[in-house]
């Protein structure tokens, strides 16, 4: 267990690396510069994180660490369609704030590097559960795969279009009987 001040230290340089590559556009950034952004020593860096890269992976493994107590929802087999929806729009609000640090670290949609899997596994497993409560209800299609709608909406990079591709994707993968529409219109973060 972090002690509480080296738990500040890695998330201060977590955000550090964040930002630098989205300002940037580019892994291309040092520890030093790293290290200077979050006001820590570049030993620091290493001492937590070991390389450059294990840092950048740790940045795609805290993102995917936070989808996935998103996709754990509220418990609540009634609120399953719901958690759903609620989820892929943390995880568009997620990706769109994010466009800047993904593209420069070279992730493509739909693909996952070795470091992430085993957390983009567990975000899988518990959003596909979620999925399956509400299936099991009768609230989505039964065609529709999960993970699609996860790569589609980690597709979804404008900002502006946000709203309105969810709305679509909600649209197309709720059962006939649900106004996707209206719970787009209740659910999703303006």
């Not at 693909?111 to 992430?116: L, N």
């Not at 795969?145 to 679509?168: A, C, E, H, Q, S």
Request: aromatic residues 6%; hydrophobic residues 45%; proline residues 4%.
């Amino acid at each position: 267990m972090l002690r509480d001040d080296a738990r500040r230290t890695r998330a201060t340089v977590l955000r550090s690396v964040w930002q630098l590559m989205s300002e940037t556009g580019s892994a291309k950034i040092s520890v030093d510069d790293i290290a200077g952004r979050a006001g820590v020593s570049p030993a620091s860096v290493y001492r937590h994180f070991g390389s450059k890269q294990a840092l950048i992976d740790e940045v795609s493994v805290d993102r995917w660490r936070r989808a996935t107590a998103w996709a754990a929802g509220s418990g609540k087999p009634e609120r399953a369609l719901i958690d759903i929806v609620k989820t892929l729009d943390r995880f568009s609000l997620m990706v769109t704030d994010d466009a800047e640090f993904i593209a420069a670290a070279g992730v493509d949609v739909g693909q996952t590097p070795v470091a992430i899997l085993p957390v983009r596994q567990e975000f899988a497993g518990r959003f596909e559960a979620l999925w399956r409560v509400a299936a099991d209800a009768g609230h989505v299609v039964p065609w529709a795969d999960p993970m699609d709608l996860v790569d589609l909406v980690g597709g979804i990079r404008d900002v502006g279009r946000r709203i309105p591709k969810l709305t679509t994707l909600i649209n197309g993968f709720c059962a006939p009987r649900i106004d996707a529409h209206h719970l787009a219109r209740v659910v999703l973060t303006r």
